[in-house]
Nanobody
Framework: QVQLVESGGGLVQPGGSLRLSCAAS????????VGWFRQAPGKEREGVSC????????YYTASVKGRFTISRDNAKNTVYLQMNSLKPEDTAVYYC?????????????????WGQGTQVTVSS
């Protein structure tokens, strides 16, 4: 069993920044990867970013490349998502999730454990 707790969401103006945190109950060696996903009202859940535990490889969906940065603090069992230059279309509930196996890193069906989500709203 793995518990994940997200935090750091909120309301921010376009062009602003937020840092999301995902605190995990197990250390990084328990997972193959940790991913960030988001889901806007009426839309499917989409993969945003992912970090692989073994070699810290990072991956981003095209719409956030150059604006978002995923990182981790092994001592705190925490993964972060730094979001800069936020746009209204980034508004969504953001979730972190973990997976034990490799595969399609942005397929939410391949992740076993999920946090409760944190709301990010980008609006003036």
């Amino acid at each position: 069993q793995v518990q994940l707790v997200e935090s750091g969401g909120g309301l921010v103006q376009p062009g602003g920044s937020l840092r999301l945190s995902c605190a995990a109950s197990r250390d990084q060696f328990y997972y193959y990867a940790v991913g960030w996903f988001r889901q806007a009202p009426g839309k499917e859940r989409e993969g945003v970013s992912c970090i692989v535990s073994m070699d810290s490889s990072t991956y981003y969906t095209a719409s956030v490349k150059g604006r978002f940065t995923i990182s981790r603090d092994n001592a705190k069992n925490t993964v972060y998502l730094q979001m800069n230059s936020l746009k209204p279309e980034d508004t969504a509930v953001y979730y972190c999730a973990t997976r034990r196996l490799s595969g399609a890193l942005f397929n939410p069906r391949e992740y076993e454990y999920w946090g409760q989500g944190t709301q990010v709203t980008v609006s003036s």
